[in-house]
């Protein structure tokens, strides 16, 4: 029996114990519980788990801006510890939330690095992980963690109502009409948007990149969201030099532009970590 072949079947056991989170992204039907050929929904719709245990809910094509050598390069970003402290603020955060056994989806999870490092710290959580690109998801079910990777769209979430506890969108769109149907009435949202000075360091050596602002991006979330807690994570991390391509390659900013100087020595990580109630 192959390494796939093993993922496959155990991601068919965690899909079918946990299969009532989901539902048909076509008629919106709960699947049914039997997962041994695949995830079927009630009124017959089938879906195939790929070999690597990640599931393709997509039902027409979708173009993702995103390339595997973007993500590949977040997966080794990551791997180096450059996003450590966000990791820990985060699983910190959710823990104070005190849900007990808790659901967690990440919205907009890429290649899953870091709903992968939260499953390892917070190890009772069931976690679903969902983007809508089917690279970003392959990598992701490279992962060796419990973890539900799903391709799936943000705009037609194939969870069903009320039934997640947390959700965490890390500098990812957000559908915030989408997120308060699946969350629970007390349920969580943790946003994580770029501060004025993330990759400060890259975007001085873009030529046509200037100051960034989040305003418009807050202010939308504080029309949606009855925030409770709000934080600042300012810190610089070094870099060596083989990382440097790597940090070039894991944002669209540097698409179709030039980069000037010499390699950063270090880079600056500026982020907002907001959590709260969705507004009804």
Known sequence: MTKTMKKKEL????????IELFRCPLCHEGFLPDTSTGIRCQEGHHFDLA????????????????????FQARREIFEAGVYDPLVTKLSTLISDLDFGDLTILDAGCGEGSLLFRLEKVLTQATCVGIDISKEGIRLAGAHSALI????ADLARLPLQDNSVDVIVNMLSPANYEEFRRILQP????????????YLQEL????????DYSNEAVMANLEENLEITSRKRLH?????PIELWSQVVKMTPLTEHRVISGNPAQQLTIDLEIVCGVLAK
């Open 11 to 18: 991601a068919q056991l965690l899909f079918g114990k946990h």
């Open 51 to 70: 070999r690597n245990g990640y599931l393709n809910l997509v039902t027409t094509k979708q173009n993702s801006d995103y390339d595997r050598e973007l």
């Open 148 to 151: 539900m990777w799903c391709v």
């Open 186 to 197: 007390q349920g969580h949202l943790i946003k994580v948007v770029p501060g004025p000075y």
């Open 203 to 210: 975007r001085e050596r873009l030529d046509d990149v200037g």
């Open 235 to 239: 810190y610089q991390v070094s870099l």
